[in-house]
């Protein structure tokens, strides 16, 4: 009997195409975020749900179990548990999504991928503690396969910019990054203004060193200085970080808002740009606009981030479950524990629209519509402040106010911004909207 996965199927293509390469792969090669992504695909299959320390779901992700096995049974001193060490010290990566990615890369340059996974295979029934049995990890045979698979993936040739990882939480798409020696100087000539953790550069002084031979511009992401990684939390000591350092030279490091040879703007900057709200960048995004008019014409722009070009948000449906007569918002909190402690949890990549007459719900492997609600069936909407990642509606068989029976539609978003957006949105379009929180 033939055993056979279109993970592993599509894994293995782009593993050829990358063996098939006489060349070192760098983060110039093309094929690489596509290899990267099908790995995570194959690692994600079919995780199970993890509890935190005081007792919530967590959302069921590679990274738990790949750092737990770091920590129970590698010794502090192997290559797999120091590079799980540094990627949980590394403080550009905020959520279990962009830990995982970041492991993955580091382990490819270290070669030490297949390690975690060797021991997951070859111990009977450790794989039954982090996966069901529909994973590729969960099943011995399909296992052993992606096993092979890495194992030829550790004889290839990684050169990769581990420093280039600020975006990882968000896409495998990584923007184009600079790292600039500046004369000793005092002031920098930099304004910089912090959405969502990042240090946006909304103003530059034409006659500052920054500015010297446009290579810092309005619109980046002032990632580093002086190799201190600049944050929210960081944003009090930038002058610190400057003083520190006073007649010697000055280091940064610089997330391009657009490439410098094709000229193609970067996406989850332009969301950054977009969430700012400074005026002097609007001529950013009116380039940006354009660029998307004329799709047809640049087919190449951001080949992995086309679904975020989209209408909607993407979210993972964790199911639904029908919770009684009643729909108004005391319920959420209740169905979204009640629906996370479901045995046949799956959390299914999805887009969630909200449009003019009601919300739609389509699955991003298919764009199959799992749900689709008019605004006067949803009584309800919002969140609990306990795992705010996850936000649920209620929705009754018919108009809300006439309706006996109600169902309560459950999902996930990594940002918890981003699903207090989704919740405004859905919010709009009906007006008895209250928030759990």
Known sequence: MTVSNPLIKELK???????ESDKEIDDENEDLPFFCRSLEKCFQKGVLMRLNPI??????????????????????????????????QNSKVHTPTGQ???????????????????????????????????????DNIL???FLSVLLQSSKLNFKLNLRNSC???????????????????????ISVCFTKGRALIVNLDKNSVAAEDDKVEVGDILDEINGNVITSNTKGQLRKFMRKTVGQPVYLYVAKHRNKKTRQLYIPIVHLIRN?????????????????????????ISKLENKSLNAGFSVKFCGSVYIG?????????????????????????????????????????????????????????????????????IAGDTNCNLATKFDAYVFYHENESEVQTILQSLGQGFQRTHFAV
């Open 100 to 138: 995982l990615r970041l492991l993955i890369r580091t382990c490819l340059m270290r070669k030490c991928l297949y390690m975690p996974v060797e021991m997951l295979v070859r111990t009977p029934l450790m794989a039954t503690d982090y996966y069901d049995k529909n994973s590729i990890l969960g």
């Open 167 to 189: 975006f990882l939480d968000e896409s495998w798409h990584l923007p184009e990054c600079l790292a600039l020696e500046l004369v000793p100087c005092k002031s920098l000539g």
């Open 276 to 300: 700012s709200g400074i005026e002097g960048l609007k001529k950013i995004l009116k380039k940006f606009n354009s660029e998307i008019q004329d799709e047809n014409e640049n087919p190449e």
């Open 13 to 19: 293509g782009w593993t050829r195409k990358l063996t």
């Open 325 to 393: 007569t009643e729909g108004d918002v005391k319920q959420i909190e209740r169905a979204i524990l009640q629906v996370l402690k479901l045995e046949d949890l799956k959390l299914v990549p999805a887009k969630f629209e909200c449009l003019e007459i009601g919300i739609r719900v389509t699955r991003d492997s298919d764009d199959t519509v799992m749900c689709k609600q008019s605004y006067m069936e949803i009584s309800s909407c919002g969140r609990t402040g306990n795992i705010p990642n996850y936000f649920a509606f």
């Open 143 to 145: 296992g052993e396969i």
């Open 55 to 88: 007792g919530f779901p967590k959302l069921p992700d590679a990274w738990y179990w790949l750092e737990e096995l770091a920590e129970k049974h590698f010794s502090s001193c192997c290559t797999y548990s120091l590079v799980v060490e540094q990627v949980k």
